[in-house]
């Protein structure tokens, strides 16, 4: 069955149990960060092999890989970045510098995609960087909706090769779908209105690119690398400034990878409690370093505070 976003995402319910243990999450997140090197990921030629022992659930007519699954498959305790698999499933033992929060759907995420139907935000023949991207439905999205190019970065290895892979592969290749037409693959309403001509066809992978390691590492991997890229036309980051201490790297990013006329879509909680970090925050870091213009597309008020901001380059076209 299709699950609800609140079913997906746990912090989107407010009860004072799971806000605790919301809280709980972004307090493990607030610790010292290991420079993690970077890395690309190819992409295995035998698909089969991408989604075995993958179990998928949906949401909002997306699938994703489920958790529990992705436990077990990362045999033992821990897998070779020394996730545990207990903190994999109970999100609340993070291991700081391990893990950064990847392998679960933050609700920011719903929010971005929610926005991209509401405003209409086209992605047909962007350059697209889905950054700190977890389950990386913000890259599937404009995946199907025909972005020429859209790269995906997490810090953590295994939550590209054993979550964000699986899960582009699972909607966005005809292999996928046949793949996963189980009962958990109701088809159900896509969240962009748009059509999706893109789905299915062959060479949607031909047009990803998939990256792990701390942010400074990819930057400099991307733009040191043999097949270097254009910059981005647009950077999708969902629930990645939590703590204030990633800011300066995460500008330094923001800054070298995005085309000067291009557009950064940023969702956050309005604050992180037990971390620090925030929209006022990151907003007045910015400000500081002169780079970037903001400005607020929208506010969220259901449960934690949340909002979007788009931030360009201030002497963009
Ligand atoms: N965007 C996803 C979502 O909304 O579901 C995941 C959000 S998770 C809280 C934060 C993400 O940012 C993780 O995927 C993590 O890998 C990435 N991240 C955080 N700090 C990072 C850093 N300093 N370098 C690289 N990636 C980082």
């Not at 920011?108 to 992605?123: G, H, N, P, R, V």
């Not at 942010?215 to 040191?224: A, E, G, K, M, P």
């Not at 500008?251 to 969702?267: I, K, P």
């Not at 037990?274 to 008020?301: C, M």
Request: aromatic residues 8%; glycine residues 6%.
């Amino acid at each position: 069955r299709e699950k609800s976003r609140e079913t997906a995402d746990p912090a989107a319910d407010s009860s004072p149990k799971l806000a605790a243990s919301e809280h709980q999450d972004e307090a493990a997140l607030k610790k010292n960060l290991c420079v993690k090197a970077a890395k690309e990921h190819n992409i295995p030629k035998d698909l089969n092999k991408v989604l075995e022992n993958k179990v998928m659930e949906t949401v909002l007519g997306l699938s994703y890989v489920k958790l529990s699954v992705v436990e077990r498959t990362c045999s033992g305790d821990a897998d070779s970045e020394g996730i545990v698999s207990k903190s994999i499933s109970s999100h609340t033992d993070l291991i700081p510098g391990v893990y950064e929060g990847g392998l679960k759907i933050w609700e920011c995420t719903f929010d971005l995609m929610d926005y991209f139907s509401e405003a209409e935000i086209e992605f047909t023949n962007k350059t697209v960087l889905d950054l700190g991207c977890g389950a990386g439905l913000l890259g599937i999205v404009a995946l199907r909706g025909e972005a020429a190019r859209v790269h995906f970065q997490d810090y953590n290895s295994t939550v590209i090769d054993e979550i964000t892979l699986p899960n582009v592969v699972a909607n966005c290749t005809s292999k996928g779908r046949r793949m996963g037409s189980g009962k958990d693959r109701k088809a159900s309403k896509p969240p962009s209105k748009r059509p999706r001509k893109a789905e299915g066809s062959p060479d949607v992978l031909n047009r990803c690119r998939f990256f792990s390691g701390e942010w400074s590492q990819v930057s400099q991997l991307l733009l040191s690398s043999n097949e270097p890229c254009s910059k981005y036309d647009i950077i999708l980051t969902s629930e990645t400034i939590y703590n204030p201490d990633y800011y300066s790297a995460l500008h330094e990013t923001l800054a070298q990878l995005l085309d000067r006329n291009g557009r950064v879509y940023l969702a956050s909680k309005v604050h992180y409690f037990g971390v620090g970090g925030g929209i006022y925050l990151f907003e007045k870091f910015i400000e500081e370093k002169n780079v970037f213009r903001t400005s607020l597309v929208k506010t969220i008020d259901q449960g934690l505070q949340r909002c979007i901001i788009e931030i360009t380059f201030k002497n963009s076209c």
